[in-house]
């Protein structure tokens, strides 16, 4: 005795009696056997006739590994990735990225380096004028220029 469908009044057929089910079911012939069963392209076949693709054995893990080294900047021994990028911090160095990264960086720094320079020298400048407009301090008759030349 087939169920009806309270909506749409078709039948319901399990899937254990479809015509398709029966037409795929392998112990048709005989009882049920135990075992595992695997579905391969639309039918029951055993677990043991099915070919597997071999599995990498052990975990999947990505393995960035070098020799231990003596760090030339701190001389610290390196064996890890954490004591590499801590020795890079704390030496103010960076990694390797090729000498395009390296002509780059170098520009970057020197320019860093000359601006700073510049404000330096131009807050030095600007605090003079107003000490000597505001009368903090006195112009001197003579310059001393000693610090000029390497005596």
């Not at 012939?29 to 599995?55: A, C, H, M, T």
């Not at 701190?74 to 990694?95: A, F, P, W």
């Not at 030095?124 to 301090?137: D, I, P």
């Amino acid at each position: 005795m087939a169920t009806k469908n309270d909506v749409t009044g078709d039948s319901l057929v399990s899937k254990a009696v479809s015509d398709q089910y029966r037409e795929n079911y392998p112990f048709k012939d005989g009882p049920v056997q135990r075992g595992g069963w695997i579905y391969v392209d639309g039918k029951l076949v055993p677990k043991s006739e099915v070919v597997r693709k071999p599995r990498p054995k052990g975990p999947m893990i990505v393995v960035k590994g070098f020799a231990a080294y003596e760090s030339p900047s701190t001389g610290n021994v390196i064996s890890t990735d954490q004591q590499r990028d801590y020795d890079l911090k704390e030496s103010g160095c960076r990694e390797w990225e090729g000498m395009a990264t390296e002509n780059q960086e170098t520009a970057r720094h020197l320019a860093h380096e000359d601006k700073k320079f510049e404000e330096t020298i131009s807050e030095g400048v600007e605090r003079t004028f107003h000490e000597l407009k505001s009368g903090q301090t006195t112009p001197e008759n003579t310059i001393d220029t000693g610090w000029l030349a390497d005596e």
